[in-house]
């Protein structure tokens, strides 16, 4: 039942495709077995288009390397079914503790309200996410995972794209309507493409030290600046399951990499944060540099690039995988509709603009992250300082520490996607946001309103009577059997009877705490168009058909 | 309509405002008058809050300065200083 994610290893074995004489045709070929690549596979294969993933390995994540997963990334693996188990692994956490020399400066909640499914984070070692995800892929009929498959070469063709494989037994050529290159940050398929990466490399080095121990420390972040165990350095501590602990020293630029890896050094850093006499095990220690950039464009005809391929940001905030997890949720139902033929190719130009827009506000909030934490000169040290000595004591200065501005989801309020509202509405869930979640009871039992959702679009309805008119309960059936359905879901104060709402089709949410009509600013009425990918797409304060086919006809890019 | 910085005066007893602003830094030695002065510059701005208010007077404060390896000075008249976290060449 204990798997050692870390150390297996997955046989290379030949396809029906080497043998062919011309190159097999597949729709999608995902090319990169990490976080990013598992999660676009097991959406499209959900969305019914059988993938093809290629990767140049056959091992999981060497380290733990992403170990903070965000809770719109578990929202997003919930609609695809592997939340949970992340979740159980995980460590949930929510606090962070910020400290400046020798003393607490201040602690934050990241959640500070309940009545959420998912906590703020979890951590979560980058192979056991790899590994659920992977046997989530390989459980489903239409997604083939083939290890050791390096890509050599691409060709863009009109009507597909072709790649040459290199494997074990030699090349061989396939073809796919679309390929998803979720290669990281040295991107191979960017490379081959002559694309570029642009934006701004920053000069100084990080140690990461996992450790193995049993430690009292709480499950929370906890992030020193300047501390007396590592001088003009930040330090950053984190909880990780089966006991492990990531530690992260700044280094700065002048150190030598090579030595700074060896235990000899990496031990008497850890001891002088731990205590001389600390008991430890050194489970894993990388030493990384990185940038803030991005590809000016993240779709080049039928190559589109998601995660690391596409963006970089600093690990400061946890933007990396959790932003490319947003990448392909975001790509899959365009895809999966433009393949289908009900939405035309410009719908995978908007899965760029929203997505290039979601990096830019990643990549500025680690920027001004990393210029807080590791200062370039002198005076913005003193103001770091100054800022830290006076957050102490006064709550107007602690918001503008940064020791990460933790990721979460992009609002995609500018998105050509969105119907503009008509009608008044106060609060979040404006046209473009994520759509917040809120405890509700379906069928008599208690849920979440989030899993009501995702996969299609929904029109979500408040009806204060306790279950739809006769006319809504008409539109919304009508809505259900258009070209791209619209999925019914009626939210009533309390059920009636059991039964009251009862209609084929139609998911009826008891929002007995009337916590998702205040988070939704909804009256009696109110109707919320939601996206696959449960972005607020739409909204108004009553429903009308018409309305809603037109706004479903815009956020599929349809005439 | 954006707000903007006052320059005109504005502080009824200046002679009294000065004598306290260099009695503040009364037997510091300069790196401890550079902690004060910058604790003071981020309290009088959580102070005045509008960021377009503070953006003018950074403008203002900038203004003429020509920077050591002798690029282009600031001006009063710019729209504002450069915002923060745009994309640059490595450095």
């Not at chain 1, 969305?47 to 992403?66: E, T, Y």
């Not at chain 1, 903070?68 to 606090?95: H, P, Y």
């Not at chain 1, 002198?378 to 102490?392: D, Q, T």
Request: glycine content about 8%; some cysteine.
């Amino acid at each position: 039942m204990n798997v050692d994610y870390q150390r297996l290893e997955f046989p290379y074995a030949r396809c029906a495709d080497q043998d062919l004489a011309e190159p097999a045709r597949h729709r999608v070929i995902v090319v990169g077995a990490g976080p990013i690549g598992l999660t676009m596979a097991i959406d499209l294969a959900r969305h019914g288009v059988p993938v093809v993933v290629l990767d140049d390995d056959c091992r999981l994540s060497a380290g733990s390397r992403a170990i903070c997963f965000a809770k719109r990334t578990l929202e997003i693996w919930d609609r695809l079914d592997v939340g949970q188990r992340m979740v159980d692994k995980g460590v949930s956490w929510n606090v962070g503790k910020v400290f400046f020399q020798d003393g607490l400066v201040y602690s934050f909640n990241l959640l500070p309200e309940s009545g959420h499914r998912r906590p703020a984070f979890i951590n979560l070692q980058q192979y056991y996410c790899e590994g659920y995800l992977y046997e989530a892929a390989a459980s489903l009929p239409n997604v083939e995972v083939r290890w050791k498959n390096r890509v050599v070469a691409v060709a863009q063709r009109p009507d597909h794209v072709e790649l040459t494989v290199e494997t074990p037994e030699g090349s061989y050529r396939l073809q796919g309507d679309y390929v998803v290159a979720c290669d990281g940050s040295r991107s191979p398929l960017r490379a081959m493409l002559g694309l570029e990466t642009r934006g701004r490399v920053f000069r100084d080095r990080f140690l990461i030290a996992d450790v193995r121990m049993s430690a009292g420390f709480p499950a929370e972040r906890w992030f020193w600046f300047d501390p007396p165990f590592h001088r003009n350095q930040s330090v950053l501590l984190h909880m990780q399951p089966d006991n492990v602990w990531r530690i992260d020293f700044q280094l700065g630029w002048s150190v030598d990499p090579e030595e700074e890896r060896k235990p000899e050094k990496v031990i008497p850093r850890i001891r002088s944060l731990l205590g001389e006499d600390a008991r430890f095990e050194l489970e894993w220690v990388s030493i990384y540099t990185f940038a803030c950039q991005r590809m000016d464009r993240f779709r080049h005809a039928r190559v589109i690039f998601a995660g690391d391929a596409a963006h970089g940001v600093s690990p400061f905030g946890a933007r990396g995988a959790n932003s490319g997890v947003q990448d392909v949720d975001n790509l899959g139902w365009k895809l999966a509709l433009v393949l289908a033929g009900k939405a035309p190719e410009t719908l995978l130009d908007t899965y760029a603009a929203e997505r290039e827009f979601a990096a830019d506000e990643n990549i500025l909030n680690s920027t001004r992250s990393t210029d807080f934490i590791t200062p370039k000169s002198e005076v913005s040290r003193r103001f770091r300082n100054a800022v830290l000595k006076l957050a102490m004591d006064h709550p107007f200065a602690r918001r503008l520490v940064n020791s990460g501005r933790l990721s979460v989801p992009a609002t995609l309020a500018q998105s050509t996607l969105n119907t503009p509202d008509g009608d008044a509405f106060a609060g979040a869930m404006v046209p473009g946001a994520p759509a917040a979640d809120a405890p509700v009871r379906v069928d008599g039992r208690d849920d979440w309103f989030l899993s009501q959702t995702g996969g299609g679009f929904a029109a979500v309805v408040f009806c204060d009577d306790g279950a739809p008119s006769p006319e809504t309960a008409s539109t919304l059936h009508s809505l259900a059997q258009q070209a791209i359905p619209v999925e019914a879901i009626v939210v009533v104060p309390a059920l009636r009877d059991t039964g009251a709402g009862a209609q084929p089709g139609v998911t009826v949410v008891e929002d007995a705490q009337r916590m998702l009509a205040q988070r939704y600013d909804a009256r009696n009425g109110t109707c919320y168009l939601l996206r696959p990918d449960q972005h607020v797409c739409a909204r108004w304060r009553r429903l009308v058909a018409t309305r809603v086919a037109a706004a479903v006809a815009r956020a599929t890019c349809n005439p | 309509m954006a707000a903007t910085l006052n320059i005109e005066p504005n502080i009824a007893a200046p002679d009294e405002f000065y004598e306290a602003l260099i009695e503040t830094h009364r037997d510091l030695a300069p790196e401890q008058s550079e902690l004060v002065n910058a604790k003071l510059i981020l309290l009088l701005a959580n102070h005045i809050g509008d960021l377009d208010i503070l953006r003018q007077a950074m403008a203002h404060a900038r203004a003429g300065i020509a920077t050591t390896d002798g690029g282009p000075t600031g001006s009063a008249n710019a729209p504002g200083v450069p915002r923060g976290g745009e994309r640059k060449e490595a450095s």
